[in-house]
């Protein structure tokens, strides 16, 4: 049985056993009854290190003995290795040669967040949103069959992850091309079943063995010869598997199924392991985890310790706090409450963030109209269009990163439709630690382009919460985008006023330079201002554009400056660029955003600073551009 802890080790522990596993080729000279000694070291090394820089930790916790298994066996990285999300992979990375550098983890030019294939060789496929293992292992598994290469592919997938349709999409495809591969289900929630035992562990085994398997192939080749016998045969067995072991829907797949075992007993899954690892067609093997294993706390409580802040040292002063306001996403939150008191057509749908977009009050005060679908947006958006089509108000809450796996529903069933779906988009612009795969680069981008969608960016807490209501009440699409995170902690208004839409603000009076901010950035604007005494508008609105106040800012102005805190190209600056072009309005025009490539992770300062979005960036392109301009 792993060992249990209880805190996490400030300093160092003695690991002898994992000292002695750098890389998998290390690990697998262990000998099998060292390898459980292994799996308390690396547990043990895990909770030291996400100590030092936080991050991603209950699922890192439930994969050791799973992914030592993995490993031993199989002969990575010459076989595939492809993780689901990545956020279990920290134990991963500690075993294939970064172990040295977790402390870097997360932070600038350090370990990334989750695999990538240009951090290492065992990172086969890079990931960062959900359900893509099986789709991308089969595509090295297609891809080694045609060029001759015998290699085996594992997809390593949870039972959360399942839920996406792109996950069975994959299923179905393989078993139709007849895949060697083998698919392992990590279900660390008991979702899908509760049988854990010895006796599904000896049926895993049994199952899994070459001698059960060349008996049923035998067989096959004798009764196929009997008109209908084979499928009596078939159909008895697979009734019989049912009975026993719940894999009857990824059988009706095509797929061998074997489990569920304990996906903490490492001998069972070790056996199990060797003996898929070499039968033909798709596998899949359902393993049973428990997220947070061996950490106390995290076991008692997965969803609060699924991630993490970095300790502080116990001699460390505390730094002095400014008083903090709420978080955008709690802003949201009780918007929400609000208006579903105010409006009883409202409906809230959120695809597996009711934590992460503070939908638990809601939640819980109204859960008639509260609608988690789990990990599947393009559901999420579909269905709202389907609510509104009916005459309720469905508001769907969802990270910017994610909507964008739900555009085509964006597109198609509501925009086209003009059915009235307000979005409310949570984690827009730069988002820290876990780098480009979960940044909200490109929301306005892809928003502006469609037709009748209204597209708002607020500036502080309180303009969040009347744009809520302003989309709320707008007869046809809406987008609000706000940050993660706390903004200027601006007094909050109690009533549900609305905006008049397509106008923005003048938030100071200037000459010379007008700075048209989009977002979050009004802050460092007005500090910039005050140093080049420039005018700073507060747009509001990227569609519709306010062109009467632009049209004006163009005529008193030597020089207008765009702030927004997403790509540059297709943004907000690129609406008032194509407005001044169809205008015919000659002003030189700055546009800053993020540049044309992916930030990678550090803190979100530092991100800001690296693509001059913060006051210095800002006021230092301000006066390159009016230099210039003087030439």
Known sequence: MPKTFHEIPRTRPATPVLDRAADPEQLRRLGESELEALADELRQDLLYNVGLTGGHFGAGLGVIELTIALHYVFDTPADRLVWDVGHQAYPHKMLTGRRSRMPSLRQKDGLAAFPRRAESEYDTFGVGHSSTSISAALGMAIAARMQGIDRKTVAVIGDGALTAGMAFEALNHASDVGANMLVVLNDNDMSISRNVGGLSNYLAKLLSSRTYSSVREGSKKVLSRLPGAWE????????????????TLFEELGWNYIGPIDGHDLPTLIHTLRNMRDLEGPQFLHVVTKKGKGFAPAEVDPITWHAISKLEPLDAKPAPKKPAGPKYSNVFGQWLCDMAEADPRLMGITPAMKEGSDLVAFSERFPQRYFDVAIAEQHAVTLAAGMACEGAKPVVAIYSTFLQRAYDQLIHDVAVQNLDVLFAIDRAGLVGEDGPTHAGSFDL???????????????????????????????GPAAVRYPRGSGPNAPLEPGLEPLEIGKGLVRRDGR?????????????????????????????????LDEALVREMAQRHRLLVTLEENSIMGGAGSAVGEFLAAESLQVPLLQLGLPDRYVEHAKPSEMLAECGLDAAGIKAAIRARLARLSE
């Open 232 to 247: 009596i045969a078939r159909r008895t067995e697979e009734y019989a598997k049912g009975m026993l072991v719940p894999g």
């Open 445 to 475: 981008s892809y928003l502006r382009c469609i037709p009748g969608v209204v597209v708002m960016t607020p500036s502080d807490e309180n303009e969040l919460r009347r744009m809520l209501t302003t989309g709320f009440h707008y007869p």
């Open 512 to 544: 010379d330079v007008a700075l048209l901010v989009f977002g979050v950035q009004l802050a460092d604007a007005l500090q910039v201002a005050e140093t080049l005494d420039a005018t700073v508008v507060d747009m509001r609105f990227v569609k519709p």
